[in-house]
C-alpha cells in the first residue's frame, strides 16, 4: 500500500467496489497518515482508498470548519435525512484542463448517521449534517465504484466529462 499514486477519472479502480477491512495494521495506518497529508496537500476535505489505488473500505476527511480529521474504516451510512440540499462538489479524481477538480451540483440528503471503526480499533457513529454529511456521503460513494458525476443529468454530466476529457489531453 505504501506507493500511492492519485487515480483519476477513466480508471477502473474508481469504479470498484471496495471489501472491507479485515484487520488494521501497521500498514493501514500508515496508508491512513499518507492519504491525510495528500488530502491536505490538494486542498481536498476528504480521499477515499480506491482514489489511490486501493480497494478497500477506508477513507480520510475534514470537517472544513474545524479542520478536524475523521479516519474510517469501514464506514456505513446507515440513515438519510429525507430533506435534501443542493452543494457544489468536486473531487480530486475529476479534473479538469488546469488539472484543478471540476464542480458541479449535487442534490444529496441533508443529513446522515454514520458508523465506522477508527485506527484504534474503536467502534464509532456520528450525526453529520450540511458540508460535513456531504463529504462523507461523496467518499463513501468512492467505496462503491460511485463518482459525483453520476448524479448529474446527462446535458450537465456531459458539460463535466468535456472538461475531464481536456486534462486528459
Known amino acids: 500500500m505504501n506507493n500511492l499514486e492519485m487515480r483519476v477519472c477513466g480508471d477502473p479502480i474508481l469504479r470498484t467496489?471496495?471489501?472491507p477491512v479485515e484487520k488494521i495494521d501497521a500498514e493501514l495506518l500508515h496508508t491512513l497518515d499518507t492519504m491525510v497529508e495528500m488530502m491536505r496537500a490538494q486542498s481536498g476535505v476528504g480521499l477515499a482508498a480506491p482514489q489511490v489505488g486501493i480497494?478497500?473500505?477506508?477513507?480520510?476527511?475534514?470537517?472544513?470548519?474545524?479542520?478536524k480529521v475523521f479516519k474510517m474504516?469501514?464506514?456505513?451510512?446507515?440513515?438519510?435525512?429525507?430533506k435534501t440540499c443542493i452543494m457544489e462538489e468536486g473531487c480530486l479524481s475529476v479534473l479538469g484542463g488546469d488539472n484543478l477538480p471540476v464542480y458541479a451540483n449535487v442534490s444529496r440528503p441533508e443529513s446522515v448517521v454514520v458508523?465506522?471503526?477508527?485506527?484504534?480499533?474503536?467502534?464509532?457513529s456520528a450525526e453529520m449534517s450540511g458540508v460535513p454529511a456531504r463529504i462523507v456521503q461523496h467518499e463513501t460513494d468512492h467505496l462503491n465504484g460511485v463518482l459525483f458525476i453520476d448524479y448529474l443529468s446527462g446535458a450537465r454530466r456531459e458539460m463535466v466529462m468535456r472538461k475531464v476529457r481536456r486534462h486528459k489531453k
Open 17 to 19: 467496489e471496495c471489501t
Open 55 to 67: 480497494t478497500k473500505r477506508f477513507l480520510v476527511m475534514m470537517t472544513p470548519d474545524d479542520e
Open 73 to 82: 474504516i469501514n464506514p456505513k451510512i446507515i440513515s438519510r435525512s429525507e
Open 115 to 124: 458508523e465506522w471503526t477508527d485506527e484504534n480499533g474503536q467502534q464509532l
